[in-house]
C-alpha cells in the first residue's frame, strides 16, 4: 500500500511539473524571437501645449524600457537588427492642478507622462502596433516638485514600461 501511494505521488508531480513546462512566471511570449531592441524615445513633449522639457528623461525611460524587458524574458538585448523592436517618442510631461482649496488654490497636483510606442515583431509582424501610454502622479501642492520627482517619475516608468510589455508580449 505504502508503494502504491509513493508511485501515484511520482507520477503526480511527474504530470504537474510537465504541464507547467510552456508557461512562464511573467505571461511574456516570445515566440521565435532571440534579441530586442529599443531605440532612444526622443523627448518630444515640449512641443505638447502645456507640457514641460524634462532633461534626461529620454534616456532614463529608454533605459527603464530595456531593463524590463531584459528582466522579464529571456531576450538580449541588440544595438540594431532586433527581432523585437521598440521605438517612439516622450509627447507629453506635464504637471496640473487637480483639486482647489476654498481660496482657489490647487490642493493637489498631478504630473503626467504620455510616451507613444511603435512595436515591430520581425517574427510574427500581424502583431505590430503603433499605441500611446499614459501614466501620471498625484502630489500635494505644498510639496516641491524636486522632492517627489525621483519617486514619481520611478512609479510612472514602472506603470507605462509594464503596459507596453503587456502590450507587445503578454499572451493573456
Do not use: H
Not at 529599443?38 to 502645456?50: D, E, I, K
Not at 523592436?85 to 496640473?96: A, M, Q
Amino acid at each position: 500500500m505504502k508503494k502504491i501511494s509513493y508511485l501515484i505521488a511520482i507520477l503526480f508531480t511527474a504530470l504537474s511539473l510537465n504541464g507547467c513546462g510552456i508557461y512562464n512566471f511573467t505571461g511574456g511570449d516570445v515566440g521565435d524571437a532571440k534579441t530586442y531592441e529599443v531605440r532612444l524615445f526622443q523627448n518630444y513633449a515640449a512641443q505638447s501645449p502645456g507640457s514641460t522639457f524634462e532633461p534626461g528623461l529620454d534616456r532614463d525611460f529608454t533605459r527603464e524600457l530595456q531593463d524590463l524587458i531584459l528582466n522579464q524574458t529571456s531576450l538580449d538585448l541588440v544595438s540594431s537588427g532586433g527581432d523585437l523592436v521598440y521605438e517612439g517618442e516622450i509627447t507629453e510631461y506635464r504637471i496640473t492642478p487637480m483639486t482647489a482649496t476654498a481660496n482657489q488654490t490647487s490642493a493637489q497636483n498631478r504630473l503626467t507622462m504620455t510616451v507613444t510606442v511603435r512595436f515591430f515583431n520581425n517574427k510574427k509582424e500581424d502583431v505590430d502596433f503603433d499605441q500611446r501610454f499614459s501614466f501620471f502622479y498625484d502630489y500635494g501642492a505644498t510639496t516641491s516638485y524636486s522632492s517627489i520627482k525621483s519617486t514619481a517619475l520611478e512609479e510612472i516608468y514602472e506603470r507605462i514600461t509594464q503596459d507596453i510589455f503587456n502590450a507587445s508580449l503578454a499572451d493573456w
